[in-house]
C-alpha cells in the first residue's frame, strides 16, 4: 500500500464548476496535510495547508480532512483554465518534518 | 526573503557520466532536502539534512548518489556514475524550526535527462 494515494485523472470539468480532488493517506498519526499545485515544467508551489479534521478554506480553495477515514480532499470553485495543473497531495511523515508526496492528479479546466 | 537557488536548471549527460546539482536554502533555514520526481510521479525524498546532518537517506541509492551539506548552509548532490533511469528533475528544498509541521518552498529545480 502506498502512503498516500491520489487518483491519476485527468479530471476534466468546465470552466466555472467545482473541481473535487481526492486523497489518501496510510500512517494515522500523520498530523499535517498539504496540497501542492504543479504547473507542467515548474516546480511544486504550497496552497493549502490543513491540521485538523473538518473544512479550511482559502479563496475559492477548501480544504477537507477526515483523520478517520484517513482522507484529506480538495474542492476547488468557480475553475478557471488557470487551474489546469497537477495537484499534489503531501502527509508529513512520521518522523521528523520530510512530507511524502502523492503521485498527483491531474486537473483540466474546459473553457 | 530570497527563495531556495539551485543551479544548473538543465543538465543533458550520457549514461556512466557524473552530474553535480547545487542548492542554496533560505538563509537560517536548518533543514535542507533533495527530492527526486520523475515524469508522471510525485516527488520522492532521496536526502534530509538538518544543519550538516543526515537526518533520513533512507531512499538515496548511496551505491550512486551521494551528498553532502559541509557548512550547514548549501548543498551539493552528486550522481556517479548516472544510468538512465536517473532522468528526473532534482528538487531542493529547505524548512526552518518555525515552519515545523507547515510544509516547505521548493527551489525551480534542476532538470536532468540521462542519454
Known amino acids: 500500500q502506498k502512503e498516500v494515494e491520489q487518483n491519476s485523472g485527468p479530471l476534466s470539468v468546465p470552466e466555472g464548476a467545482i473541481a473535487s480532488l481526492n486523497c489518501t493517506y496510510s500512517d494515522r498519526v500523520s498530523q499535517s496535510f498539504f496540497w501542492y499545485r504543479q504547473y507542467s515544467g515548474k516546480s511544486p508551489e504550497l496552497i493549502m495547508s490543513i491540521y485538523s479534521n473538518g473544512d479550511k478554506e482559502d479563496g475559492r480553495f477548501t480544504a477537507q480532512l477526515n483523520k478517520a477515514s484517513q482522507y484529506v480532499s480538495l474542492l476547488i470553485r468557480d475553475s478557471q483554465p488557470s487551474d489546469s495543473a497537477t495537484y499534489l497531495c503531501?502527509?508529513?511523515?512520521?518522523?521528523?518534518?520530510?512530507?511524502?508526496f502523492g503521485a498527483g492528479t491531474i486537473l483540466r479546466v474546459k473553457s | 526573503e530570497a527563495g531556495v537557488a539551485q543551479s544548473p536548471r538543465y543538465k543533458i549527460i550520457e549514461k556512466r557520466q557524473s552530474v553535480a546539482f547545487w542548492c542554496n536554502p533560505i538563509?537560517?533555514?536548518?533543514?535542507l532536502y533533495w527530492y527526486q520526481q520523475i515524469l508522471g510521479q510525485g516527488p520522492k525524498l532521496l536526502i534530509q539534512f538538518q544543519n550538516n546532518g543526515v537526518v533520513d537517506d533512507s531512499q538515496l541509492p548511496k551505491d550512486r548518489f551521494s551528498a553532502e551539506r559541509l557548512k550547514g548552509v548549501d548543498s551539493t548532490l552528486k550522481i556517479q556514475p548516472a544510468k538512465l533511469e536517473d532522468s528526473a528533475v532534482y528538487l531542493c528544498?529547505?524548512?526552518?524550526?518555525?515552519?515545523?509541521?507547515?510544509?516547505?518552498?521548493f527551489g525551480s529545480g534542476t532538470r536532468l535527462t540521462v542519454v
Open positions: 538563509s537560517g533555514h536548518a533543514t
Open positions: 503531501a502527509v508529513n511523515g512520521r518522523y521528523g518534518n520530510k512530507l511524502v
Open positions: 528544498a529547505s524548512s526552518s524550526r518555525d515552519d515545523r509541521g507547515k510544509g516547505y518552498t
